[in-house]
């Protein structure tokens, strides 16, 4: 996963930033090792690259769907994945159907505030088993999140870890970025 590839051309009010690579494998493993990639049906919303589905179908999800808003993220995306459906639309009006598991690393909502809950709430809509989310680490936005799983019938177990974001844009001073960010994990309660 490593070798995913970089956006051609990054679009800031879509917030692209490629997934530390580390980052999405932990994720991924974390996923694998809950039961919740292997055999399941995989949906990555705004996939960007692809690395989600790509690492999903190195662990043997039994299909991969990749959402994506910016046409040349998902040619990009098309050309690193082995077998993924790679379909160019919004998460918030999306065509899916359920699927067993959503992994994201949506928005953050510093361009358009809420669109990082626009996107939890199509993933607790469309899946069945699992949510898999990165969102900025703050405390109201844990509170807001826990509370919105909790309706829609999910637990949630969440670990705060450093972000380390490449030097993405133009304004970008430094190489590496780090902040604080919260993976969500949210599984869904079976009555």
């Known amino acids: 996963m490593s070798k995913a590839p970089p956006f051609p051309s990054p679009k800031i009010d879509l917030e692209q930033h490629v997934t530390p690579p580390e980052l999405a494998s932990a994720v991924l ?65 999306s065509p899916l159907r ?20 626009e996107f939890l709430l199509e993933a607790f809509r469309l899946a069945r088993i699992a949510v898999y989310s990165i969102h900025l680490s703050s405390s109201s936005t844990i509170r807001l999140f826990s509370k919105l799983a909790q309706q829609f019938g999910f637990t949630a177990e969440i670990v705060t870890v450093d972000y380390r974001m490449k030097r993405e844009y133009a304004w970008h001073r430094k190489r590496f970025h780090e902040m604080p960010t919260d993976v969500y994990k949210f599984v869904r309660v079976i009555p």
């Open 29 to 93: 493993w974390n996923a694998y090792l809950s039961g919740h990639i292997n055999g399941k049906i995989v949906a990555d919303f705004g996939c960007g690259t692809g690395i989600f589905c790509r690492g999903a179908e190195l662990l043997g999800a039994e299909e991969c769907l990749c959402l994506e808003l910016d046409y040349d993220a998902l040619v990009t995306a098309r050309g690193y994945l082995e077998r993924a459906e790679a379909l160019n639309a919004d998460v918030t009006s």
């Open 98 to 117: 359920i699927v067993d598991v959503v992994v994201m690393n949506p928005p953050f909502g510093t361009q358009r505030k809420g669109k990082d809950k």
